[in-house]
């Protein structure tokens, strides 16, 4: 089966200018992840959805981050202004209902100048 | 709070046995996982352990001790393409589909001819 696509895979912008990454789960997978990784950290949860219910996004800066999944399946992320701070990796990832394992897609490296 | 200990770096020789050892202090426990990642790459799943004791699966098995909030990665017969950053990830929340993960920084394993 397919995995888990991400794009843009690389992304340069100044900072206060948007920026959007897409993801596309794994056909059947309901349960979709962002995560953002910095540099020598493991990957932190920002948001978490059920099909299309956003049911976790506590860790979610509100005030620059927003995220939608529209139908259930694809998914966005966006930042709003970017900060040099956000310049990290955006990984998203997918599960299936009554499986315990989350498979990652390659990640969006997103530079902030 | 949530905190979860893993060696920084770690080095070993072709043919050799390593042990990448995790400890983790969270609110809950719901079963730890092991994830490989490759220099620019996602995460890939290695083990899931829920329960005491060890899981062997190939040339890699893990271990659980819950009553010492332990963990550790067993990795036999090095390669050298097992050279990459293993992440010791614990899901703190009750079992069900979806829950996100908190992820330990990760410990970058490089092996050497």
């Known amino acids: 089966e397919a995995g888990v696509v991400q794009s843009p895979r690389y992304k340069i912008i100044e900072k206060k200018q948007p920026v959007a990454f897409w993801c596309n789960p794994i056909?059947?997978?309901?349960?979709l992840y962002w995560y953002r990784q910095n540099l020598g950290q493991g990957p932190e949860l920002l948001i978490r959805?059920?099909?299309?219910?956003?049911?976790?996004d506590s860790q979610l800066p509100k005030d620059r981050f927003s995220a939608e999944r529209l139908k259930g399946v694809d998914s966005t992320l966006k930042i709003q202004p970017a900060e040099l701070g956000d310049s990290a990796v955006y990984l998203c990832?997918?599960?299936?209902?009554?499986?315990?394992?989350?498979?990652f897609g390659p990640g969006t490296r997103l530079l902030v100048l | 709070g949530q905190n979860i200990d893993q060696p920084t770096e770690m080095t070993a020789t072709e043919g050799a046995i390593v042990q990448i050892n995790c400890t983790y202090q969270?609110?809950?426990?719901?079963?730890l996982f092991w994830y490989q990642q490759h220099a620019g790459e996602a995460p890939t799943f290695l083990s899931y352990?829920?329960?005491?004791g060890l899981e062997e699966k190939g040339r890699f098995s893990s271990f659980l001790s819950r009553s010492k909030g332990y963990s550790y990665l067993l990795l036999k017969e090095l390669q050298m393409k097992d050279s990459a950053s293993y992440l010791c990830?614990?899901?703190?929340?009750?079992?069900?589909?979806?829950?996100?993960?908190?992820f330990g920084k990760g410990t970058t394993l490089s092996v050497s001819s």
């Open positions: 352990n829920v329960l005491d």
């Open positions: 969270t609110s809950g426990f719901n079963g």
């Open positions: 056909s059947g997978h309901n349960t």
């Open positions: 990830a614990v899901r703190d929340k009750a079992p069900q589909a979806g829950t996100a993960l908190i």
């Open positions: 990832a997918s599960s299936r209902p009554g499986e315990e394992t989350q498979y």
């Open positions: 959805y059920e099909n299309e219910e956003a049911v976790d």
